[in-house]
């Protein structure tokens, strides 16, 4: 069936360091890629999102390119701020479904 | 702004109890889903609603229900509560436009004792 698998955390790192967080999908079809966030106390917002092969998605200095040749969709960020501390979910939908990764917490300390 | 919101924060309940989760938008929005966030195990789709007094289950739905009465109002309800469902539940909503994302509220922890 259709999933996500992203990379495991928690993630920690310095301000100004380089974030690459690693997710494959599975699907059936054509599915479109997003990115979640999720601060602390808050529910989740849509980071960014591509809906079809070679889309670049991007949004505050994240970006993820929709691969299908490795079936990826790696979330990167040049350099992390303390205030992107949170959780990130890769997510696809096909159908009437998304399908979410189990998140990775990401800590950025100055 | 758009909104989602979800009736209470935090809840505690003993076991056994029965339990509603209300979740309202004002998107006007066909689509709403219910989730419960685990540690370890990121979101998992409980039940989800396409239209007015429809429903579907999702992966795990056993131990709970839904209501859809009005297409604004999407309801969890927990039969008799267990241990087992002290969780994060989040509910979200979409549109019918394909390529739209889901709009989440803000989450109720909920804790069975």
């Known amino acids: ?110 | 702004d758009v909104k989602v919101t979800q009736s209470s924060r935090y809840l505690v309940k003993r076991t056994g109890e029965k339990v509603f989760l209300e979740c309202v938008q004002d998107m006007d929005h066909e689509n709403m889903f219910w989730y419960r966030q685990d540690p370890g195990l990121g979101l998992r789709l409980i039940y989800f609603s396409y239209d007015v007094k429809m429903k579907e289950k999702g992966d795990i739905p056993e131990g709970y229900s839904v209501s859809r009465e009005k297409k604004e109002r999407f309801s969890l309800i927990l039969e008799s509560a267990s241990t087992n469902q002290t969780s994060m539940y989040l509910c979200a909503s979409k549109g019918d436009t394909r390529w739209e994302k889901l709009f989440f509220g803000s989450g109720t922890q909920l804790s069975v004792l």
């Open chain 1, 1 to 110: 069936g259709d999933s996500v698998t992203q990379m495991e955390g928690p993630v920690t790192l310095s301000e100004e360091a380089c974030l690459t967080i690693n997710c494959t999908y599975t699907a059936t079809g054509y599915p479109s890629l997003f990115w979640y966030v999720q601060y602390p106390g808050e529910g989740l917002q849509l980071l960014l999102k591509a809906t079809k092969a070679d889309d670049k998605g991007s949004n505050k200095g994240f970006e993820a390119t929709y691969r299908k040749e490795t079936t990826s969709f790696h979330l990167e960020k040049g350099s992390v701020q303390v205030s992107d501390s949170a959780v990130y979910f890769c997510a696809l939908h096909t159908g009437n479904q998304f399908y979410f990764g189990t998140g990775t917490s990401l800590t950025v300390i100055p």
